[in-house]
């Protein structure tokens, strides 16, 4: 790839980002329970004009710094309530961090590396994924990887370390501890393991903690003066618990990750192989850094017991830099691209095989059987894909094949744009809207013993849960127990004259004895009390 030929992948580069990370990105509703909650408690800072104290359902709600919730709901205030507004500044920060991914490649490579790093960055599902949903994790990726980036500037004595030490600052107000203890295991084992430990000194210890103190404790410091116990809280409860206990939920087996990491770097899981060992046989400094970025985060989060596949997003950027390496430098016709569109020739079977329904699914994947016009679509996109991955292979065309990976993944992601809320996905933003269309104002919303976290996103109000436990320790006044109603006070209400939307799960229906059906998706039912013409 000459410096030319750079200068025309580049603006193709953009096209393709902007593709993966804007289109259609309001276009489908929030996803339960993780984005639906940030979402929700962003919106409610937005509304309220708090943005101080985090609030869910409008009860104080502190599992997670405030940044993420202050980007979003500045997504709201600029982009509009809606579910565009809410992940806007998601697509904002995967360009952050491709562009500095480029960067950071550029520097330790050069820029033909820096384009095909991006392209393969863009193009992991892992990635696609994080970037359209509303969490912490790509915030705190985007965090990460600037870091490392001003870590390599700083070995590179290019650049001052207070640089980093404001960046970590930042990254705490976004997932607590985890980016400066994550960045800063990867520093000191890089500096071991080079032969620098020594520079450790030059990092400007003294300014550099008074920089992250700065930015990194005024809202800690101002909530846990506001909010009496929350110092423990945040020590025992949200730290100590997951490190120990796996107290949060989501215990997995140590192995967790290995499992899932190809899933996550598809479709370029079979070339990470070669990729990683080229790279620890051609073991230079900038190798070395980049092997120690990927592994740090599996290595961590696999020893704690609560793990969720978007822990190890910061493991993907170095990946993604070290597979361009590696394809840089590659041969024409591998037998590698070979297995590959094998692979992809036997998915392309499968699709077929479940639009014709001759494949049996597991028994959690069964409601996927009924989308036999998607699965043909697939296995037709899929079939065409492979025609031309060996078309390339035959003409010794790398960059091609390279190229129509990429639109392998585009062709796979096209259903959820476009049909995310007809996919049988965890989205209930139908019900929400139903309700918010048919309730008046003195109505009641309620959900008996069960928590869709964007429901009051949808319904534009305050919603009562029954049976449903919620942290009320930090609450200063008692209004929001007429907010948290048990199943005895619910049901009393119930009979009252006053109208009830209730969201509730089809195991628990049988609860009810007399009830109107409003409407229904998967598990859920809405309900009332009292006919609609009422």
Not at 209 to 215: E, G, K, P
Not at 273 to 302: C, D, Q, R, T, V
Not at 342 to 358: E, P, R
């Amino acid at each position: 790839m000459g410096r030319n030929i750079i200068w025309i992948h580049i603006p193709l580069l953009l096209i393709i980002c902007i593709y993966f990370l804007f289109f259609h990105l309001g276009s489908y509703g929030l996803f339960e329970t993780t984005e639906a909650r940030y979402a929700e408690i962003s919106y409610e800072m937005a509304k309220t004009g708090n943005f101080i104290t985090p609030r869910l359902n409008y009860i104080k709600h502190f599992h997670k710094p405030p940044l993420t919730y202050w980007i979003t709901a500045m997504g709201y205030h600029i982009f509009g309530y809606n579910e565009w507004g809410a992940r806007s500044f998601l697509g904002i920060a995967g360009l952050l961090i491709l562009t500095v991914t480029f960067l950071l490649s550029s520097s330790m490579f050069d820029k033909k590396i820096g384009v095909l790093s991006s392209l393969i960055l863009v193009s992991m599902v892992g990635f696609i994924a994080v970037t359209h949903i509303v969490s912490t994790d790509v915030y705190l990726l985007a965090s990460i990887v600037l870091s490392v980036y001003l870590l390599w500037q700083w070995e590179k004595k290019s650049i001052s370390p207070l640089w980093l030490w404001a960046v970590l600052g930042i990254s705490s107000l976004i997932k607590g501890p985890v980016g400066p203890f994550l960045v800063g295991t990867i520093a000191i084992a890089y500096l071991i393991l080079s032969g620098q430990i020594k520079r450790i000194k030059e990092f400007q210890i003294k300014k550099g903690i008074l920089i992250f103190s700065l930015i990194a404790f005024p809202w800690y410091i101002i909530v846990c003066l506001k909010n009496r116990g929350l110092f423990s809280y945040f020590l025992y409860v949200q730290l100590l618990s997951r490190l120990r206990s796996g107290g949060m939920g989501h215990p997995h087996p140590w192995y967790y990750y290995l499992c899932i990491l190809p899933g996550l770097i598809f479709p370029w899981t079979i070339y990470s192989i070669p990729a990683l060992g080229s790279s620890i046989f051609h073991l230079k400094k900038e190798n070395l850094l980049l092997i120690l970025w990927m592994i740090i985060p599996i290595i961590i989060f696999s020893l704690m017991r609560t793990k969720l596949p978007f822990y190890i997003m910061p493991s993907l950027p170095p990946l993604a830099i070290l597979l361009a390496s590696w394809w840089g430098r590659r041969e024409n016709g591998l037998l590698i691209d070979r297995i590959m569109w094998t692979v992809i020739l036997i998915l392309a079977i499968i699709s077929f095989g479940n639009a014709a329904q001759i494949i049996p699914l597991p028994k959690h994947l069964s409601e996927w059987r009924q989308l036999r016009s998607l699965w043909l679509i697939e296995g037709f996109i899929l079939s065409g894909l492979t025609v031309l991955g060996y078309i390339a292979l035959k003409k010794k065309k790398a960059i091609l094949n390279f190229y129509i990976l990429i639109a392998l993944v585009a062709s796979i992601c096209i259903p959820f744009l476009f049909f995310a809320n007809r996919l049988p996905l965890n989205i209930y933003a139908g019900l929400g809207r139903e309700i918010k269309a048919l309730a008046r104002p003195e109505d009641m919303v309620a959900q008996y013993r069960c928590y869709l976290r964007s429901l009051p996103f949808y319904v534009g109000r305050r919603v009562v849960l029954v049976g449903v436990s919620r942290e009320t320790q930090f609450e200063d006044s008692p209004s929001y127990r007429e907010f948290l109603l048990s199943v005895e006070e619910f049901f009393e209400q119930w009979k009252e004259d006053r109208r009830i939307f209730c969201v509730v799960n089809r195991d628990s229906l049988s609860e009810f004895k007399d009830y109107f059906l409003v409407a229904e998706k998967r598990k859920y039912v809405v309900i009332t009390n009292r006919p609609l013409s009422n």
